[in-house]
């Protein structure tokens, strides 16, 4: 369509046009400034408006064309377009109410009207500056300008609140039906992408369908119900009102895990009926759309139309499943002719204190509390049967338990996967920690038997040893897979430097990097500390043998005593040093040992080097150390041997156990 070349109507001739005042509009400053330019905050909300005035002209389509390099933004539609005595007596008029005026229904398609207020018009002041109406009715064609500048400087200027439109001349009105509205000098940031006003229009409207020969379309692109692109998300789904109504809809809910119906009976004197769905989806992210932000909540609509953009939030529910929730209900009964008006200016909202509006929020309110009471044993249930579904791992552990700890376990795996967690391996963890904790308890349950047995159960002994040694299995195991992730870190240190620095700073606290045989240490560890301060009394020890700082000493609990000795990685060490100052702490510990009543102490020392120390001939080294009970590694090969055991360990294992097997498999 071409509207190039409206723009640059020459305003002086114009003027002299006007003179004839073909169009007035009478409004005051005030109601431009609270009803226009500052009532609404988006495309789509002023948009709302203009399709519903096309509804309202018995329109079959209505285009839009968000035109981002001229920054226009063109609204056509095929409806019944106005005569010169319509746009001033409607469309120019403010507040004219055509409801009372006997207008409820169209003439053509005794479609129930939209329009009440007389105000949708101005909506469009709020993001543009400048409004070309061009208009065909009876064959008329007629056009005009509506230039918020002009309308300003007018107001100010004269008395009598009139303002006389630019008229456009009948030739430059190049439709041929229905009303075609231009939108320039549009205020900043009110353009949008047209993908995400299809989003948002067809949240808007439910009239909106071929089944009603009404559609819309943006940049040529249909708004359809698919663009709402909810339905699939939903997992619970409650229906308000007629099921036939909604079957498509319904049907459309391919997810859906349970659905009941509600009659939506709001008040059956009156007749008032809320129609449309709650529901309810999987995880609250999937209600944040990356278009149009978070759709978490309830529309409210009349007459196929929103008139109020979250019924949720007014509730101010806390509650967790709330957070979960996305509905649509219809009312009706929000907009009856013969009923006061209950939208306010901007039809973002409703009155509130409205007795209909008031019946309808308790209705919604008790049913949201029958969903909050139910919603935490669906997502129990359906979660228990889900995850044994979906996980083969907890599938097997549900099925080796006898009949009722199974029924109890089940329902931990319920609440687990009905926990609100977005990320799935944590879930997993989650799942491992609980497997384990049931497990534990299950066995403390059979201990607490055996305490109540009165003869010997030699059969109940043999379970709760075999279980014992599962559950313990299992802890193991999954403690080694820890472990062996961090020793493969280790290993990943390509520089022998880094190695020793890194095994230097834990190995103290972690003996276990040593080698996964080592048992644990009584607390008996010491770190850097001379014999003199533990045992300063031992008068038989040399003066070298006190002085002497061990790195690391302590007593396994077998009794067996331990000496590491760490060198730096690019010391060079001989044979005959280390067992030089082996000697001194071996027989210094001995003597320490002794003197507090042990008469021959087991006592092995353990060197770790950066390198093979140098020898006078082949295994000299071990040879010496042999003597007392030395043995030598480097770094390099502390840690290929601890990766090799623990992973022998680990193969080995897998075999066995029945619960590690399965968290394993987690
Ligand atoms: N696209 C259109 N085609 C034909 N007539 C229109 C069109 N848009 C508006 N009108 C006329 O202008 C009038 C004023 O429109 P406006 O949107 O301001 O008020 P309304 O639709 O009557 O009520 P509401 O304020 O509730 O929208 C309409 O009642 C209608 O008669
Ligand atoms: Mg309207």
């Not at 007035?24 to 500052?38: D, E, F, P, Y």
């Not at 609100?420 to 799942?431: A, G, Q």
């Not at 890194?502 to 606290?509: A, G, N, S, T």
Request: charged residues 30%; hydrophobic residues 35%; contains cysteine.
């Amino acid at each position: 369509m071409n509207t190039q070349g409206m723009n640059d109507i020459d305003s002086a001739v114009q003027d002299q046009a006007t003179e004839a005042n073909k169009y007035r509009m009478n409004i005051s400053l005030n109601v431009l400034k609270h009803l226009g330019i500052n009532l609404y905050s988006n495309v789509a909300a002023v948009l709302t408006e203009t399709v519903a005035n096309g509804w309202d002209a018995d329109a079959e389509k209505v285009e839009i064309n968000l035109n981002q390099e001229s920054d226009q933004i063109e609204i056509s539609d095929d409806g019944c377009g106005m005569t010169v005595d319509d746009i001033n007596k409607r469309f120019l008029m403010i507040g004219h109410d055509r409801r009372k005026a006997g207008y409820t229904t169209t003439p053509e398609f005794t479609r129930p009207v939209m329009g009440r207020k007389g105000l949708g018009k101005l909506s469009l002041f709020s993001i543009a500056r400048k409004i070309r109406i061009y208009t065909v009715k009876d064959g008329q064609k007629n056009g005009f300008i509506l230039d918020v500048d002009k309308i300003e400087a007018t107001l100010k200027s004269g008395e009598d609140n009139n303002y006389y439109p630019e008229e456009i001349p009948a030739e430059d009105v190049v439709i041929s039906k229905g009303t075609l509205i231009v939108l320039s000098d549009l205020v900043k940031s009110r353009m949008t992408s047209p993908k995400v006003l299809k989003k948002r229009l067809a949240r808007r409207f439910t009239v909106i369908s071929d089944n009603l020969n009404f559609m819309v379309t943006v940049n040529g692109d249909k708004v359809q119900v698919s663009d709402r692109d909810y339905s699939s998300k939903i997992e619970y789904l409650w229906t308000l009102g007629d099921q036939n109504q909604l079957q498509s809809f319904i049907d459309s809910c391919s997810n859906k895990k349970r659905h009941k119906a509600w009659d939506g009976i709001v008040d059956p004197q009156q007749q008032y009926i809320a129609e449309g769905w709650i529901g309810t989806v999987e995880t609250s992210g999937q209600l944040k759309d990356n278009e149009i932000g978070n759709i978490n909540g309830v529309v409210l609509m009349a007459r196929g139309r929103v008139v109020h953009e979250d019924v949720l939030g007014e509730f101010n529910d806390g509650r967790l499943f709330t957070k979960y929730v996305i509905g649509e209900i219809n009312a009706d009964f929000l907009d009856l002719d013969d009923e006061q008006d209950i939208a306010t200016s901007s039809r973002q909202s409703l009155i509130e204190d409205d007795p209909r509006y008031q019946q309808l929020k308790a209705y919604i309110q008790q049913r949201l509390n029958e969903i909050g009471r139910v919603w935490h044993d669906f997502r129990n249930e359906d979660g228990g049967k889900q995850a044994e579904e979906n996980i083969g791992a907890i599938k097997e552990w549900l099925s080796e338990l006898r009949p009722a700890p199974r029924k109890a376990a089940r329902k931990l795996v319920g609440h687990i996967q009905g926990l609100p967690i977005d990320n799935e391996s944590d879930r997993k963890e989650l799942f491992k920690h609980g497997i384990i904790a049931f497990e534990k308890m299950r066995m403390k349950e059979q201990l607490d038997k055996l305490d109540t047995l009165t003869t010997f159960d030699a059969e109940q002994f043999k379970m709760i040893f075999d279980e014992v040694d599962e559950l313990e299995a299992g802890y193991y195991h999954e403690i080694v897979t820890e472990r062996l992730s961090i020793i493969k870190q280790l290993e990943k240190l390509k520089d022998d430097n880094a190695l020793e620095v890194e095994m230097q700073k834990h190995i103290f606290q972690h003996l276990w990097l040593l080698d996964p045989s080592w048992e644990r240490a009584t607390s008996s560890e010491r770190m850097e500390e001379s014999l003199k301060k533990e045992f300063g009394q031992v008068t038989s020890l040399t003066e070298d043998e006190a002085k002497g700082r061990l790195d690391i000493r302590y007593q396994k609990v077998s009794g067996a005593n331990v000496i590491i000795e760490l060198k730096r990685q690019e010391r060079s060490v001989s044979a005959s040093e280390l067992y030089n100052q082996g000697s001194k702490y071996h027989a210094g510990w001995t003597k320490c040992l002794q003197d507090s009543g042990q008469p021959s102490p087991y006592v092995e020392v353990i060197f770790l080097v950066g390198n093979h120390p140098s020898e006078r001939r082949p295994g000299e080294t071990d040879q010496l150390l042999s003597n007392i009970n030395g043995r030598w590694f480097t770094y390099r090969r502390l840690i290929e041997a601890a990766i090799q055991c623990y992973s022998d360990y680990l193969k080995e294992s897998e075999k066995v156990n029945r619960v590690h097997k399965i968290l394993k498999k987690l």
